[in-house]
């Protein structure tokens, strides 16, 4: 199926610890994206990458570093955890300029 | 911040068209007036976008008025399936930039 696809689902763990959440597009889109929905459902721009190159970072602690391998894959890892970091996080995937199409999210819980 | 408007809640019966109204007062010449919807638990889902020029899909319509300052939603038959978070957003096209989702509207669909 061709979708924009995030793992893990689930991830729960404790403070302090480093983790990481894949996103991969096989739609051959140009720019990739992640989102923050917060517990009242505000859903924010993290970043943006186009053609693997950043061109996005809103206001996000340093603790934050996506990576883009390749042009199908954006992945977020997040150190030094911190329970504010507990939301849902939302990949999503466009051609340049195009509609967004956003993965199933990944629900992080940081204890 | 969103430069949109929506109310925070409807109910609409099932079967019924579900009207779903957004203030974009603001809104520039380029930009276009984007709707996507987010059921529990899900990644947004892209339903319908225009211009000027009032827009049909398979999903929905969109009316949006000569000022272009707002645009009504219209599901034609809700199901209960359409119950979710409907979000109105303006952005430029051929943007590589983020979009800026607000608040939405939840629309409860009820037997």
């Known amino acids: 199926d061709t979708a924009v696809s995030q793992t893990p689902k689930y991830l729960v763990t404790q403070m302090g610890n480093d983790k990481s959440i894949k996103c991969e597009q096989n739609l051959g889109h140009d720019t990739m994206y992640w989102y923050k929905q917060d517990s009242k459902k505000f859903l924010k721009i993290m970043f943006s990458?186009?053609?693997?190159?950043?061109?996005i970072n809103e206001t996000v602690p340093n603790r934050f570093s996506p990576k883009s391998p390749d042009k199908a894959h954006l992945n977020l890892h997040i150190n030094s955890l911190e329970l504010g970091d507990s939301a849902v996080y939302f990949c999503?995937?466009?051609?340049?300029?195009?509609?967004?199409?956003f993965g199933p999210g990944t629900r992080l819980t940081v204890l | 911040d969103a430069k949109t408007t929506q109310p925070p809640s409807m109910d609409c019966a099932e079967g019924r068209a579900a009207n779903l109204p957004c203030n974009h007062s603001t809104i520039s010449g380029n930009e276009y007036v984007y709707w996507y919807r987010q059921i529990h638990s899900q990644g947004p889902q892209y339903i319908i976008h225009g211009l000027k020029n009032n827009e049909t899909n398979e999903m929905a319509s969109l009316i949006i008025t000569e000022d272009r300052k707002s645009s009504t939603l219209i599901l034609p038959h809700a199901t209960l399936r359409d119950t979710a978070v409907y979000y109105c957003i303006v952005s430029p096209p051929y943007n590589t930039d983020k979009l800026i989702f607000g608040t939405g509207t939840r629309l409860q669909v009820f037997p």
């Open positions: 999503a995937s466009s051609p340049l300029g195009g509609l967004e199409f």
């Open positions: 990458y186009n053609n693997k190159e950043l061109i």
